[in-house]
Each structure stands twice: as structure tokens, then as C-alpha cells.
């Protein structure tokens, strides 16, 4: 359908309303209004016609409209508490700062309609303009009430620090391309930075495009506040009762729950199972002046877990050279590193506290190797108060022990 039959065939156009649910309340806490067209081939979305960069923007702007008119209506009608996700194009939107769309809200006030309970989805990548008027645009709406989700974050081109600029109220994630080939490290790392990032500037994460369970465990462990997707429920006509996804939501988050526990005790486990070894290893293993060859002896008793070894100080410096197993099994040294400093490496400082104040061993998180490019863990140990063993577990025997994390 061309955007000028669209247009021509405006009573024919309404809304969908696909339901978000909260990972909090386990109840429906939204709906995102999505634009269908009845077409003598059935019913068609509206995507197309909205994402088409040659479709003038007032004809967008006036076929939006129309949707928002009705789905206000109908939100009026609908009993329960909710939010409704309205998508605005950034370009259309600016010529008037927002102001339209404020007033068409502001219209529907007596009938009951708080402006808190909108939330406008924007797409940042189709913003042609500078980054501080939407930002000024996003802090308008805010200051009338209206959320602002960031939508399509991590597809399109936005970067962090635009983010950052931005402070929207939520960000939409599109959980969509874990399905193909993207379920790659840097994939996993995007979406962490992510969740760090939406902590620090206080917005909520959105998970959408969730098709299958895997993907909802996925969302919630990457701290999702909000669910959206086919596995949860389709675009429809109507809405919903509020509490229609809690039996099933507390059933999915409780196996996620079991789950989420048995890696981590396998953590604990493993954790404490090192700390006895290496505890036993230190007493049998009589101390030599040298350093380093202190440290190799040590080596060779933990070369069934370790491929690397090395001694630092409480500031991070390192001791020693590196210890680290050759292919036939047997140990060498690196002495250039002997040193380095390690402090500027994450939870560094925090973790020799920790050691001193525990007096025990720590197994770190799940990282990649700069030199080997693997996915491996580290042990450290405090071996007084003012010397630390850090062992580098690889990766074959992490998932051996299953304390490997996807
Ligand atoms: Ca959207």
C-alpha cells in the first residue's frame, strides 16, 4: 500500500496494542500502540509506511495522529491502571516542541488521563538534527509529566555518551537479534554496558522482540524491568485484563530464580573448594626467599586449575614475573612483568580489601583473556597482608566446573 493510499483510507487505519509487562508487579504496566491498516489482503501493519524515509513527514504525522486519537479513546474506556506507549517520529515531533502532542493529552485530562501515564517512544537514529535540542525536547516532555523511552537502543547508531545526553526515562532493547548470529561475547558486553549505564542515570530497561523463553531469562538476568514480545503476548485489538501474565510470570521467574541460584552456588562452591587447596598447597610449600621461585613451586601444585600466576602488593604491583603453564605441562617465567601495575583494573583495590578483611581467596567474574582471547575466571589469594597469588583459571576447566556464565 503507497502512503497515499494510507492516507485516502485513514478510517481504515487503527491501532494494535501489544502489552509490556513488569518484572516487578508481575502485571501488565503498559501497551505499545502499533498502527495496523485494513488492505483488501487482510490487515497490515503500518511499520513500513512510518519507517519509509520517502514518506513525507505530515503524512506520518497526520496518520499518527489519527492512530493516538483512537487508542486514547480506548485507554479512556479501559479500567486498569496502565501505560500506553505512544511511538513519535523525533523530526515531526520538533516542529511544534512537542506541543501538539501535549495538547491532544491535555484534552483527554477531564476524562480522567494523567500525562505520567504516556510514554513516547523515539527513535534516536532518525533524529536529522542536533542531539541537544532533542535533548531539550526530551526535557520538555518531561517536565509536562510525559515519559520518554528511548526506543530501537543498541541497533541503530546511538552511543553511549548520547545516551548519557538524552536521560530518557526508559530504553527499549531489541532482544530480537539473539535469535541469529549476533549472540557473540561483544553482543553480551553491549547489552551490560547497557544495564550499567541505564543504573547510573536512572532509566528502566525495556526488553523487546522476546520470542522464546531462552530470550526472557536472558532479558531478566540482564536486569529487563519490562517485557515485551510474541512469547508474552501478540499485538491485538483490545487490552487486556491487568493480572493476566502473573500465574505465568511467577512460574517462568521462579525456574529462572532456581537457575540463577545453582550457577551461583557452583560459584560459592568452587570458590571454597580453591580457597582449601590453596590453603593446603601454602602449608606444604616451604617458603623461598626468592620470590619467584616461591611462586613456580606453588605453580606446580595448581596446574590442574591454573595457567597462570602471578604475585602482587596491596597497591597492585606486581612481585614477580609471570608464571604461566607451557603446551607439554611444565611452568616458565615472564620476568617482564614483574612491576606492572594492576590497580586501574575493575574492583582491583575493592577485592585486596575484601581479602584482607575476609582473609580468603576470590573468585573473579567471567572475562576475556587479552592475550588468549578465552573466557576465563581468576582466583586470588591473600598470602599476607600485603601480598596477593592471582591465578588465571581457563576456560576448559571453568566449564568442567560449569561456573562458566552465558
Ligand atoms: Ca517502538
Given at each position: 500500500?503507497?502512503?497515499?493510499?494510507?492516507?485516502?483510507?485513514?478510517?481504515?487505519?487503527?491501532?494494535?496494542?501489544?502489552?509490556?509487562?513488569?518484572?516487578?508487579?508481575?502485571?501488565?504496566?503498559?501497551?505499545?500502540?502499533?498502527?495496523?491498516?485494513?488492505?483488501?489482503?487482510?490487515?497490515?501493519?503500518?511499520?513500513?509506511?512510518?519507517?519509509?524515509?520517502?514518506v513525507p513527514d505530515e503524512y506520518k504525522?497526520?496518520?499518527?495522529?489519527?492512530?493516538?486519537?483512537?487508542?486514547?479513546?480506548?485507554?479512556?474506556?479501559?479500567?486498569?491502571?496502565?501505560?500506553?506507549?505512544?511511538?513519535?517520529?523525533?523530526?515531526?515531533?520538533?516542529?511544534?516542541?512537542?506541543?501538539?502532542?501535549?495538547?491532544?493529552?491535555?484534552?483527554?485530562?477531564?476524562?480522567?488521563?494523567?500525562?505520567?501515564?504516556?510514554?513516547?517512544?523515539?527513535?534516536?537514529?532518525?533524529y536529522r538534527g542536533d542531539i541537544s535540542?532533542?535533548?531539550?525536547?526530551?526535557?520538555?516532555?518531561?517536565?509536562?509529566?510525559?515519559?520518554?523511552?528511548?526506543?530501537?537502543?543498541?541497533?541503530?547508531?546511538?552511543?553511549?555518551?548520547?545516551?548519557?545526553?538524552?536521560?530518557?526515562?526508559?530504553?527499549?532493547?531489541?532482544?530480537h537479534s539473539l535469535k541469529k548470529k549476533?549472540?557473540?561475547?561483544?553482543?553480551?558486553?553491549?547489552?551490560?554496558?547497557?544495564?550499567?549505564?541505564?543504573?547510573?542515570?536512572?532509566?528502566?530497561?525495556?526488553?523487546?522482540?522476546?520470542?522464546?523463553?531462552?530470550?526472557?531469562?536472558?532479558?531478566?538476568?540482564?536486569?529487563?524491568?519490562?517485557?515485551?514480545?510474541?512469547?508474552?503476548?501478540?499485538?491485538?485489538?483490545?487490552?487486556?485484563?491487568?493480572?493476566?501474565?502473573?500465574?505465568?510470570?511467577?512460574?517462568?521467574?521462579?525456574?529462572?530464580?532456581?537457575?540463577?541460584?545453582?550457577?551461583?552456588?557452583?560459584?560459592?562452591?568452587?570458590?571454597?573448594?580453591?580457597?582449601?587447596?590453596?590453603?593446603?598447597?601454602?602449608?606444604?610449600?616451604?617458603?623461598?626467599?626468592?620470590?619467584?621461585?616461591?611462586?613456580?613451586?606453588?605453580?606446580?601444585?595448581?596446574?590442574?586449575?591454573?595457567?597462570?600466576?602471578?604475585?602482587?602488593?596491596?597497591?597492585?604491583?606486581?612481585?614477580?614475573?609471570?608464571?604461566?603453564?607451557?603446551?607439554?605441562?611444565?611452568?616458565?617465567?615472564?620476568?617482564?612483568?614483574?612491576?606492572?601495575?594492576?590497580?586501574?583494573?575493575?574492583?582491583?583495590?575493592?577485592?585486596?580489601?575484601?581479602?584482607?578483611?575476609?582473609?580468603?581467596?576470590?573468585?573473579?567474574?567471567?572475562?576475556?583473556?587479552?592475550?588468549?582471547?578465552?573466557?576465563?575466571?581468576?582466583?586470588?589469594?591473600?598470602?599476607?597482608?600485603?601480598?596477593?597469588?592471582?591465578?588465571?583459571?581457563?576456560?576448559?576447566?571453568?566449564?568442567?566446573?560449569?561456573?562458566?556464565?552465558?
Amino acid at each position: 500500500m503507497d502512503a497515499l493510499d494510507v492516507l485516502m483510507n485513514l478510517q481504515k487505519a487503527f491501532p494494535y496494542y501489544q502489552p509490556i509487562i513488569s518484572a516487578d508487579g508481575h502485571n501488565i504496566f503498559g501497551y505499545e500502540v502499533l498502527g495496523r491498516i485494513e488492505t483488501d489482503e487482510g490487515i497490515q501493519s503500518l511499520g513500513p509506511f512510518f519507517h519509509d524515509p520517502h514518506v513525507p513527514d505530515e503524512y506520518k504525522r497526520e496518520v499518527n495522529e489519527h492512530l493516538v486519537k483512537i487508542a486514547l479513546e480506548e485507554f479512556m474506556n479501559y479500567e486498569e491502571e496502565t501505560t500506553l506507549f505512544i511511538n513519535v517520529n523525533p523530526n515531526t515531533m520538533m516542529e511544534d516542541s512537542g506541543d501538539k502532542l501535549i495538547e491532544i493529552l491535555s484534552s483527554y485530562e477531564n476524562q480522567g488521563l494523567k500525562h505520567n501515564q504516556i510514554v513516547v517512544e523515539i527513535k534516536e537514529h532518525e533524529y536529522r538534527g542536533d542531539i541537544s535540542r532533542l535533548a531539550h525536547l526530551f526535557r520538555y516532555l518531561q517536565t509536562h509529566g510525559i515519559k520518554v523511552a528511548l526506543d530501537d537502543v543498541g541497533k541503530g547508531s546511538s552511543n553511549l555518551d548520547r545516551i548519557g545526553i538524552l536521560e530518557p526515562n526508559l530504553l527499549k532493547v531489541d532482544i530480537h537479534s539473539l535469535k541469529k548470529k549476533q549472540q557473540t561475547l561483544a553482543y553480551h558486553g553491549v547489552l551490560y554496558s547497557l544495564s550499567l549505564l541505564a543504573r547510573k542515570i536512572g532509566a528502566d530497561l525495556v526488553f523487546e522482540g522476546i520470542e522464546t523463553n531462552h530470550q526472557m531469562h536472558y532479558a531478566w538476568r540482564n536486569h529487563g524491568r519490562y517485557f515485551q514480545g510474541f512469547f508474552l503476548a501478540k499485538p491485538d485489538r483490545t487490552f487486556l485484563p491487568g493480572d493476566y501474565f502473573k500465574d505465568r510470570f511467577r512460574q517462568d521467574i521462579h525456574q529462572f530464580i532456581l537457575m540463577e541460584r545453582r550457577k551461583i552456588e557452583a560459584q560459592y562452591e568452587l570458590s571454597s573448594r580453591l580457597n582449601e587447596y590453596i590453603q593446603k598447597v601454602l602449608k606444604e610449600t616451604k617458603k623461598n626467599q626468592d620470590l619467584d621461585y616461591w611462586m613456580l613451586d606453588i605453580a606446580q601444585k595448581v596446574s590442574e586449575f591454573c595457567f597462570r600466576i602471578y604475585i602482587c602488593d596491596e597497591d597492585g604491583f606486581q612481585q614477580t614475573g609471570n608464571g604461566f603453564q607451557k603446551h607439554d605441562g611444565h611452568w616458565a617465567l615472564h620476568p617482564d612483568y614483574k612491576g606492572k601495575n594492576w590497580s586501574w583494573r575493575p574492583y582491583f583495590i575493592e577485592n585486596i580489601i575484601r581479602m584482607n578483611d575476609e582473609r580468603k581467596g576470590i573468585l573473579s567474574d567471567v572475562y576475556s583473556d587479552i592475550e588468549t582471547g578465552e573466557l576465563i575466571r581468576t582466583f586470588s589469594y591473600p598470602l599476607n597482608r600485603s601480598q596477593f597469588l592471582f591465578m588465571d583459571l581457563p576456560h576448559a576447566y571453568l566449564y568442567e566446573h560449569d561456573v562458566i556464565a552465558w
